[in-house]
C-alpha cells in the first residue's frame, strides 16, 4: 500500500494532547481514589467506636481534616483537567488537519497518484484478457459454424434410417457447455467474496510472466 503522508500526520497530531489529557484525567481519579479511602476510614473509626463505646474524637477530628484538604485537592484537580482540555482543544485547532483538508487531499493527490503508479498494470492485464475471452468465444462459434452444414447433413440421413429401435442419434461436435465460461456466480465470488472458482489459479502481476 502506497504510504499517505497527510493521513499519517492528522493519525499523530492529537498524540501529544491525548498524553496531556490522560495525565491530568490520571490525577482526577487517584484524588478521588484518596478521598474514598479517607471516608472508608472515617466511617471504620465510627464503627469501631460505636462497638467499644470508646471516644475516638480526636481521630475523628484528624479524618474529617484529611478528608476537607482530599475533597479541595479532587476539586482542584478537575479545575486543572477542565483547563488542560479547553487548552488542548484550542492549541489542537491552530494548524490542524481537518477531515476536509484529507479529503481534499485524497481527491486531488493520494487517489490519482495510487491510480498512476497501480492500476494501469491491472487495466491492461484485464483488458488483453477481455480480449482473448471474447475472441475465444467467437473462434468457438466460428468453428460451431463451419462443420453446421455437415452436422445438419448427417443429422438428415440419421433421420432418413429405417431401422427401428437403434436409438443412436447424432451428437454435435461440441456445445456451449464444452466452454469455461464467465458465469455470475464466478463475478460474486470475485466480486463479494475476493474467491476465485476451484480450477482457476490465483496468479498476481508478474506471476504469469513467469
Not at 172 to 189: F, G, R
Amino acid at each position: 500500500m502506497i504510504k499517505w503522508e497527510l493521513k499519517e500526520k492528522y493519525d499523530k497530531q492529537d498524540q501529544r494532547f491525548h498524553e496531556i489529557r490522560a495525565r491530568y484525567d490520571k490525577a482526577v481519579i487517584e484524588a478521588g481514589t484518596h478521598l474514598a479511602d479517607l471516608i472508608a476510614q472515617k466511617d471504620a473509626i465510627l464503627r469501631q467506636e460505636f462497638q467499644t463505646g470508646k471516644d475516638f474524637s480526636a481521630d475523628k477530628q484528624r479524618i474529617n481534616a484529611a478528608i476537607e484538604t482530599a475533597k479541595e485537592a479532587k476539586t482542584q484537580a478537575e479545575e486543572d483537567r477542565a483547563k488542560a482540555y479547553e487548552f488542548a482543544t484550542s492549541a489542537s485547532l491552530d494548524g490542524r488537519i481537518t477531515i476536509r483538508d484529507l479529503t481534499v487531499d485524497w481527491n486531488t493527490n493520494y487517489a490519482p497518484m495510487v491510480r498512476t503508479k497501480e492500476f494501469p498494470a491491472i487495466l491492461e492485464r484485464v483488458k488483453k484478457a477481455r480480449a482473448e475471452y471474447l475472441n475465444g468465444i467467437i473462434d468457438y462459434y466460428d468453428m460451431v459454424a463451419k462443420y453446421e452444414p455437415a452436422y445438419l447433413d448427417m443429422r438428415q440421413l440419421e433421420l432418413s434410417d429405417a431401422r427401428p429401435g437403434d436409438g443412436i442419434a447424432v451428437h454435435q461436435i461440441v456445445s456451449e457447455s464444452d466452454l469455461s465460461l464467465i458465469t455470475s456466480e464466478d463475478l460474486h465470488k470475485v466480486g463479494v467474496r475476493k474467491e476465485l472458482p476451484a480450477d482457476v489459479k490465483r496468479l498476481k502481476i508478474g506471476d504469469d510472466a513467469e
